[in-house]
């Protein structure tokens, strides 16, 4: 069974989705889904694979369902984690087990590094952190040339650019930035313009995600297990490196998980991965299952 409820905070009214378990939760910990700027439904599938679970999955404030009223549109991960802190907290269910998707698990971080004791175990899955690449410079100039593209040009066109980016691999170097701007129409696209210029991905909306630096420090000695994770598809492209550098900063390894890096999507996705084997994956780490190609754990680090 699924309720919706609604959290009314001061700047805004969050909408959140509590999925009961089938049987009895027992010893399971609640486990909270979230992504950035996916919405609540980007979980339906991965949550199917949980009915042993309490799971709760939200709309980040100014998407889907969660309706802001501080007159802002920025995506600050500091904020979605205080939000993320609210709902846990309304709910009375933490710590919980965390799973969170691209700039979803910028807001882990951010969460964790503020709030350690609402986290048991977060499993931070291709943060997209631009600043701790090696690339860095190149990565966001990189970015900013997809929002140049989708403001002069729409959504079709700067959705092809930025498919573009995130799919080439390795540093970008000179080759990449002297390739011509792709063709929309070759990834199934609108070539027409429509006129907004709002999306949250595309626009300058996301680049407090994107720009943003973890508390390294408070990540390294915080009481809440953290797994930084990666799509075995994702190596060499763009949320790949991220996902390395953002692990060994914190002293270790990405964990392996299938697919690529919307691998837990079904048929909700526009690009469907292994769901299946990607919810064994996580339910393997969320149990303390072996860690092959995990990261260090923190007791092991000392």
């Known amino acids: ?129 631009l600043p701790l690449l090696p690339d860095a410079e190149a990565a966001t100039r990189a970015y900013a040339a997809c929002q140049e593209v989708y403001q002069k040009h729409g959504w079709g066109a700067g959705m092809a650019a930025f498919i573009a980016m995130t799919s080439w691999r390795g540093e970008f170097t000179d080759d990449y930035f002297a390739q011509p701007a792709p063709d929309p129409a070759a990834f199934g696209l609108p070539v027409d313009d429509d006129g907004s210029r709002d999306d949250p991905l595309l626009s300058d909306r996301s680049a407090a995600v994107t720009s943003y630096r973890p508390d390294v420090d408070a990540l390294r000695v915080t009481r809440t297990r953290v797994v930084i994770a990666v799509g075995e598809e994702s190596a060499e492209t763009l949320t790949g490196r991220t996902s390395v550098a953002t692990a060994e900063v914190l002293g270790g390894r990405p964990a392996v998980f299938p697919s690529h890096h919307g691998g837990f999507h079904g048929e909700e996705g526009d690009y469907a991965g292994q769901p299946e084997a990607f919810a064994h994956r996580l339910r393997e780490i969320l149990g303390g299952g072996s860690w092959p190609a995990g990261p260090l754990r923190r007791d092991a680090r000392r």
Do not use: K, N, W
Not at 62 to 75: F, I, K, P
């Open 1 to 129: 069974m699924t309720t919706t409820q609604t959290l009314h905070l001061p700047e805004v009214d969050l909408v959140y989705d509590v999925h009961a378990p089938s049987a009895a939760a027992g010893a399971h910990r609640p486990l909270f889904m979230i992504g950035q700027p996916m919405c609540a439904d980007g979980f339906t599938t991965l949550a199917s694979y949980f009915p042993e679970r309490t799971v709760i999955t939200y709309d980040p404030r100014g998407l889907g369902r969660s309706v802001r009223r501080d007159g802002r549109a920025d995506s600050v991960p500091e904020v979605q984690a205080d939000d993320v802190r609210a709902v846990v907290d309304a709910l009375d269910a933490g710590p919980v087990d965390l799973f969170a998707s691209s700039g979803g698990a910028v807001t882990a971080l951010a969460l964790v590094a503020a709030y350690p004791g609402t986290v048991a175990t977060l499993v931070a899955h291709e943060p997209p952190l």
